[in-house]
């Protein structure tokens, strides 16, 4: 299956995307992570103000069939949520790039060992070819 990937953001191996600007990092969960998680039904968001490092688990997404950490792909403190997601989990699956963003951090380190949208959807396709 073809998930969207879009040029210009960065991905983590763990299905979360990132696009930075300047100092600031927003974040959120790709195409191919909605589409294995399934109808998304709740998000657990973490409070501003809250710093994280890189990998740390920065909330939850659950589905009718699953709940998923989410990782932060950057270090940072976390500088806004998107609160629309506690009412309209769904968001996540109908908008994931746009308005399913999840949190908006402010970088405290340089990101590493984040991939491109090419290298993404190979490790997607050799994740997908070993299940």
Do not use: C
Not at 103 to 124: C, F, I, K, N, T
């Amino acid at each position: 299956m073809a998930y969207q990937t879009p040029e210009g953001l960065q991905y983590a191996k763990t299905h979360e995307w990132v696009k930075i600007a300047g100092d600031e990092a927003t974040m959120g969960i790709t195409d191919y992570a909605q589409h294995a998680l399934g109808d998304i039904v709740f998000v657990e968001l973490p409070e501003v103000g809250k710093t994280f490092s890189q990998g740390d688990t920065i909330g939850v997404v659950e589905s009718v069939k699953a709940a998923s950490d989410i990782y932060a792909p950057v270090s940072g403190e976390v500088i806004a949520v998107n609160e629309a997601l506690l009412d309209a989990p769904e968001i996540l699956n109908q908008d994931p790039y746009e308005r399913g963003w999840i949190v908006r951090l402010r970088l405290s380190a340089q990101p590493s060992g984040l991939m491109d949208a090419a290298a993404y959807e190979q490790h997607v396709a050799e994740e997908e070819a070993g299940h």
